[in-house]
Nanobody, 121 residues
């Protein structure tokens, strides 16, 4: 069973920084995509940032210029450096990993358990 484990998060004041990490393990083929999503109370889960195996990145407009996603392929780990935090960044942050699962290109995606980020004004 593929495991996706997030670390980091916590509480910070507005303007501060936090770093999230997510590591995938227990799989045989390659990681194709790793992304961070977040869900605030009463809102839908939204994509925050993503990175592919070719290091192509994508960001939500609300975090561009403040957040940076990066990946360590050797460690199967993705990082989300969050700078200039705002109260509206408060949410549970989830890691999503898409992995190739066979030799013909089938893929499956897996979610972490989520980590809370709280930003006070």
């Amino acid at each position: 069973q593929v495991r996706v484990v997030e670390t980091g998060g916590g509480s910070e004041q507005a303007g501060g920084s936090l770093r999230l990490s997510c590591t995938a393990s227990n799989f045989f083929y390659e990681i194709l995509f790793m992304g961070w999503y977040r869900q605030a109370p009463g809102k839908q889960r939204e994509l925050v940032a993503s990175i592919t195996s070719t290091e192509s990145t994508d960001y939500a407009d609300s975090v561009k210029g403040r957040f940076l996603i990066s990946m360590n392929n050797a460690k199967n780990t993705v990082y989300l450096q969050m700078n200039g935090l705002k109260p509206e960044d408060t949410a549970v942050y989830y890691c999503n990993v898409r992995i190739r699962i066979d030799t013909i290109g089938s893929t499956s995606h897996y979610w972490g358990q989520g980590t809370q980020v709280s930003v006070s004004a």
